[in-house]
Every structure is written in structure tokens, then in C-alpha cells.
């Protein structure tokens, strides 16, 4: 069983950072999905179990960047120039073996209650 557990939300102004935590990932193929009012939940980021391999959405990608410190059980979303439009729940996900599909949120097993990430303008 894992518990993940994502730290690091809060309100932010546009072109700001801000680095996001997930806790107790282990060994997993991780990642991070976001939910904008609105709007359905979507794929953001995503790294294995190693850090060998990692993806972004388009919408993200050149902002954001993932990593993971597997001593300390936590992945991160390292999240810069934020945009209004980036305002969302963001979510941890995770499952141990690697996905088919891993911009499906069906792929992943285990998922953490959420931080909210608020961007003005």
C-alpha cells in the first residue's frame, strides 16, 4: 500500500514559482495530474521509479520540471513562470510497474488528497 501524501500549494502571483512535494512515493512510477475548475482532471508530469524517464503535458513543458529523491521517498513538481491558467488542484499519483498509457488517470493505483496551487494576475 502507499500513501502519498503532496505538500507545497499556495497562492502565487503570474510568473512566480513554486515547488511541489509528494511524500511516500517509493519505489513507483509517479506523477502529477492537476484539476482546474471547471475543467477534468489531466496529466502534467510523470517520472519512473528511477528518474531515467520523465514526461510533461505540452502545457507545461519548458516550465515545469519533475525529479525525484528516492532516499527521501518524495517526487516533485518544480513549477516556474506560473500562469493564471495553471491554477488547479494538483494531485500525486503513482503505481509500481510502468504504465501503458501513463497520461491516463486509470494507470495509477494510489493517489494523495490534492494541494490547491492558486495563480493571480
Known amino acids: 500500500q502507499v500513501q502519498l501524501v503532496e505538500s507545497g500549494g499556495g497562492l502565487v502571483q503570474a510568473g512566480d514559482s513554486l515547488r511541489l512535494s509528494c511524500a511516500a512515493s517509493?519505489?513507483?512510477?509517479s506523477a502529477w495530474f492537476r484539476r482546474s475548475p471547471g475543467k477534468e482532471r489531466e496529466f502534467v508530469a510523470a517520472i519512473s521509479s528511477t528518474g531515467s524517464t520523465i514526461y510533461f503535458a505540452d502545457s507545461v513543458k519548458g516550465r515545469f520540471t519533475i525529479s525525484r529523491d528516492n532516499a527521501k521517498n518524495t517526487v516533485y513538481l518544480h513549477m516556474t513562470s506560473l500562469k493564471p491558467e495553471d491554477t488547479a488542484v494538483y494531485y500525486c499519483?503513482?503505481?509500481?510497474?510502468?504504465?501503458?498509457?501513463?497520461?491516463?488517470?486509470?494507470?495509477?493505483?494510489?493517489w494523495g488528497q490534492g494541494t490547491q496551487v492558486t495563480v493571480s494576475s
Open positions: 499519483a503513482a503505481r509500481y510497474s510502468n504504465p501503458i498509457y501513463y497520461r491516463q488517470i486509470s494507470e495509477y493505483n494510489y
Open positions: 517509493g519505489r513507483t512510477f
